[in-house]
């Protein structure tokens, strides 16, 4: 109704006189004026107030000055608020290809996130592999964009590594005849496999490199052997470690953070077994913690290798629950039967 009196009142006044229009603008807006005064709250407008609001300001900008009931910013608000639901009408979705699942977008993302040196056509063969039919292009349309070329973190790159390095060190283990007898461990970085357990009472380079080359039988040589600046380690044992393909690697004086993988194996040694029995003698150190490196190697879990044995332990779901004890009772090993 307001809408028809409004166009009304527009082709009446194309047959008026300019003072009469004039006189009928003063009235109008003395009439404005008065309801202000009357009523100073703000007013509510419909949809339609608003529209024509932003329409004669569109078509008369000049007319700015003359909006009272509302300030110019509210209704240039309108027409941008306007102008969004438009083009979101414009832009509906009105057929082609389907969107993708909310699922595979993020699963698009996470591989592009966990392997950084794929590209494009990588996960695209890697979704249909997995029974997903989608064009090459809806794949870039979700990856994660990058600026540089991503590279690897320094915990890939050790761990890429770790199967060329081992280590190794002497511990010193008193007797019950109060005699010093040296126990000397080999430990591999990358399953932190204890490789050798040899004890001596009168440790040489020349003993040392016998044990090495037991440790590391035909081609199974590392490439780097970590070690402390222990005397016993001549020149006669870098000759050793040079004709088996291995590099010696010393670590900094008094840092045995350096070596810090066998230290904590000589750790667990003492803690564990070493710590709880009394060495009668050489011949008894060496059965003694015999049963101790089967233990460390097939049976014991580490933190490192989430949670399983350097030599690995499969997954027992059969059978009644069995404990085999390990050094009398000081340990033990549960496996299913």
């Known amino acids: 109704m307001g809408c028809l009196r409004l166009i009304t009142d527009l082709l009446a006044g194309l047959f008026k006189s300019p003072a009469q229009m004039q006189a009928e603008i003063l009235v109008l807006r003395h ?3 008065v309801l202000r005064r009357a009523a100073p709250t703000r007013p509510r407008l ?8 932003v329409w004669m300001l569109r078509l008369f900008p000049a007319i700015r000055g003359t909006i009272q009931i509302v300030q110019p910013e509210t209704v240039l608000r309108w027409h941008r608020r306007g102008f969004c639901a438009y083009w979101c009408w ?24 966990a392997n950084p040196l794929w590209d494009t056509s990588r996960i695209h063969g890697e979704l249909l592999k997995l029974g997903f039919e989608l064009a090459q292009s809806r794949v870039a349309k979700y990856m994660v964009p990058r600026g540089d070329r991503p590279g690897q973190s320094w915990r890939t790159f ?41 004890v001596t009472a009168h440790p040489t380079a020349a003993w040392v490199g016998q044990q090495i080359t037991e440790a590391f039988p035909r081609d199974t040589a590392p490439t780097f052997l970590l070690r402390d600046r222990d005397a016993v380690y001549g020149a006669e044992l870098r000759k050793r470690l040079k004709t088996m393909g291995m590099r010696d690697r010393p670590i900094a004086p008094r840092s045995p953070w350096q070596n810090g993988y066998v230290e904590r194996l000589i750790g667990s040694i ?22 101790y490196v089967r233990y460390y190697n097939e049976a014991r879990i580490h933190l490192a290798l989430d949670k399983d044995a350097p030599n690995s332990r499969p997954i027992q779901r059969n059978g009644t629950v069995n404990a085999r004890p390990i050094l009398g009772g000081l340990h033990h090993q549960y496996v299913r039967i």
């Open 31 to 33: 009439q404005l004026a």
């Open 46 to 53: 419909t949809a339609a107030d608003r529209l024509f609001f």
């Open 270 to 291: 003492r803690r564990e077994c070493l710590d709880h029995v009394l060495v009668l003698g050489e011949v008894h150190l060496r059965r003694i913690p015999a049963a």
């Open 90 to 113: 414009k832009s509906r979705f009105v057929g082609g290809r389907p969107p993708i699942d909310a699922d595979l977008r993020r699963l698009i993302r996470e591989m592009n996130l």
């Open 158 to 198: 050790l761990r890429n590594h770790t199967a060329d390095i081992a280590a190794m060190d002497f511990l010193v283990v008193p007797t019950a005849g109060f005699k010093l007898l040296s126990a000397w461990v080999v430990l591999c970085h990358d399953r932190r496999q204890l490789l050798s357990f040899g």
